[in-house]
């Protein structure tokens, strides 16, 4: 019985002991399970927090390249406006300078000048409603024919808009030709200055000058010597080696091709030898000659080798005779130059032929022509064998480019008063600058 009870005891035991190792194995696993889930939760909230964080990177990125985008193209619109206005602020300054040029050589044009009498430039010079922009212009004389010209261009409208640059130049004025004389003779030898022809003005001979009986020059007469036979000079006399700068027949502008108001335009040709007459012959401008600018031509085979105006002609412009004496052989003839061209380049004589004494004077008629403007002669003034009380009067000066004078012997008279306005012809010497130019320029 004992027996018994002791096995009933151990089976107890065995059976407590296998319970709780049940136990214990089952709490272990529980507790492991639940290590795990844990472990799975925390790695599943780890790997959504990266996720998360390469999204907001990405987000970022590409908020950073947007941005830089949007900003390079502004700036790159930035600089495109700059550039433009950089290139309209040097056109505008531009502008400027070429507006002093031809104020300065065109002062009467100029809407304002100072006591010197030259545009000083002015401030806000606009260029017309088209430009956005505005330019301040300076000139100052600093030595005779010579200006300092400062024009700075504004671009765009308004101070804070504006962009600006400054052009400066140099510029001397080149007047070209200009005649201040009433009579240039350039022949070396002595040149007779006879009763027939009447001065009034300046007198200018490469060589020695006489002057006949009973004679009067109204001015100065300058030449290597001069000899009064009784003639009187009511200016100065000076005598020295004279630098006459007329012309040659080489270097003398024959205008068949000439500017006009910055366009280049042809002369008209004459093709006859012969005009005017009884009826009236005009000559003038026209919308492809707008000088007025006319020429005879002798070409040494078909045509005359004289040109002969008859009577009645007037030419409102320039008389070209090319290589051809120019014969005058009637009355009511008239050259008017334009401003700044010469009235009459004749290469070879001038010769009138024609008239009569009448009675004691009474009744006498004679060839005659008024010329205003600059006559430019290479031969001399001569009559015809049968020729009476010819009359050629100028307005302006009269050079004789070769060896002529007046002949002694000339029928009627040549009078000459000095113009300068008249005499105004920039372009006649083929070797003097005409125009503006820059000595120097900078930006």
């Known amino acids: 019985m004992r027996m018994f009870r002791e096995h009933c005891r151990i089976e107890r035991a065995a059976a407590a002991a296998e319970g709780a190792w049940l136990a214990r194995t089952l709490t272990l696993a529980l507790s492991r399970?639940?290590?795990?889930?844990?472990?799975?939760?925390?790695?599943?909230?780890?790997?959504?927090?990266?996720?998360?964080?390469?999204?907001?990177?990405?987000?970022?990125?590409?908020?950073?390249?947007?941005?830089?985008?949007?900003?390079?193209?502004?700036?790159?619109?930035?600089?495109?406006?700059?550039?433009?206005?950089?290139?309209?602020?040097?056109?505008?300054?531009?502008?400027?300078?070429?507006?002093?040029l031809y104020y300065i050589e065109n002062p009467l044009s100029a809407p304002m000048r100072n006591s010197d009498g030259y545009w000083p430039g002015e401030n806000n010079i606009s260029f017309g409603t088209a430009v956005?922009?505005?330019?301040?212009?300076?000139?100052?004389?600093?030595?005779?024919?010579?200006?300092?010209?400062?024009?700075?261009?504004?671009?765009?409208?308004?101070?804070?808009?504006?962009?600006?640059?400054?052009?400066?130049?140099?510029?001397?004025?080149?007047k070209g030709y200009t005649v201040n004389k009433a009579v240039s003779f350039n022949a070396t030898g002595p040149t007779l200055i006879d009763?027939?022809?009447?001065i009034h003005g300046n007198v200018i001979s490469r060589g020695a000058i006489n002057l006949p009986l009973l004679h009067t020059v109204d001015g100065i007469v300058n030449a290597t010597s001069i000899t009064q036979?009784?003639?009187?000079?009511?200016?100065?006399?000076?005598?020295?080696?004279?630098?006459?700068n007329i012309p040659t027949a080489y270097t003398v502008n024959t205008y068949k091709?000439?500017?006009?108001?910055?366009?280049?335009?042809?002369?008209?040709?004459?093709?006859?030898?012969?005009?005017?007459?009884?009826?009236?012959?005009i000559y003038g401008p026209t919308a492809d000659n707008p000088a007025g600018i006319y020429y005879y031509s002798y070409n040494n085979t078909a045509k005359s080798s004289t040109f002969t105006l008859n009577g009645n002609v007037t030419i409102n412009g320039t008389l070209v005779v090319d290589n051809a004496?120019?014969?005058?052989?009637?009355?009511?003839?008239?050259?008017?130059?334009?401003?700044?061209?010469?009235?009459?380049?004749?290469?070879?004589?001038?010769?009138?032929?024609?008239?009569?004494?009448?009675?004691?004077?009474?009744?006498?008629?004679?060839?005659?022509?008024?010329?205003?403007?600059?006559?430019?002669?290479?031969g001399s003034f001569k009559t015809g064998a049968s020729a009476h009380n010819a009359d050629?009067?100028?307005?302006?000066a009269l050079l004789?480019?070769?060896?002529?004078?007046?002949?002694?012997?000339?029928?009627?008279?040549?009078?000459?008063?000095y113009d300068a306005t008249r005499a105004s012809a920039p372009d006649l010497d083929t070797r003097t600058p005409n125009g503006p130019q820059i000595v120097s320029w900078s930006r």
């Open 33 to 100: 399970s639940t290590e795990r889930g844990e472990t799975r939760a925390w790695r599943a909230r780890g790997r959504s927090g990266f996720a998360m964080l390469q999204v907001i990177c990405v987000v970022g990125v590409a908020t950073v390249l947007s941005l830089a985008m949007l900003s390079s193209s502004v700036l790159q619109v930035q600089a495109n406006t700059n550039r433009a206005m950089a290139m309209q602020a040097d056109a505008l300054a531009d502008s400027g300078l070429n507006l002093a």
């Open 132 to 174: 956005n922009g505005t330019a301040d212009v300076t000139v100052v004389r600093t030595a005779t024919n010579t200006y300092s010209v400062t024009s700075t261009g504004r671009a765009g409208s308004g101070a804070g808009a504006q962009l600006s640059h400054t052009a400066k130049a140099v510029v001397k004025s080149n």
């Open 195 to 198: 009763v027939v022809l009447e």
């Open 229 to 244: 036979i009784l003639g009187l000079v009511l200016g100065k006399v000076k005598i020295n080696s004279s630098v006459v």
């Open 257 to 281: 091709t000439y500017t006009y108001a910055g366009q280049t335009y042809r002369a008209t040709e004459i093709a006859a030898a012969s005009v005017g007459g009884a009826g009236a012959v």
């Open 325 to 378: 004496d120019l014969i005058v052989n009637g009355d009511n003839n008239a050259i008017t130059a334009a401003p700044g061209y010469p009235a009459l380049i004749g290469s070879k004589d001038f010769t009138v032929i024609g008239g009569t004494t009448g009675i004691l004077g009474i009744g006498a008629t004679g060839s005659d022509i008024a010329i205003k403007g600059l006559t430019w002669l290479g």
């Open 392 to 396: 050629v009067v100028i307005t302006g």
């Open 400 to 417: 004789f480019g070769g060896n002529g004078s007046v002949d002694s012997g000339f029928q009627g008279r040549v009078k000459v008063t």
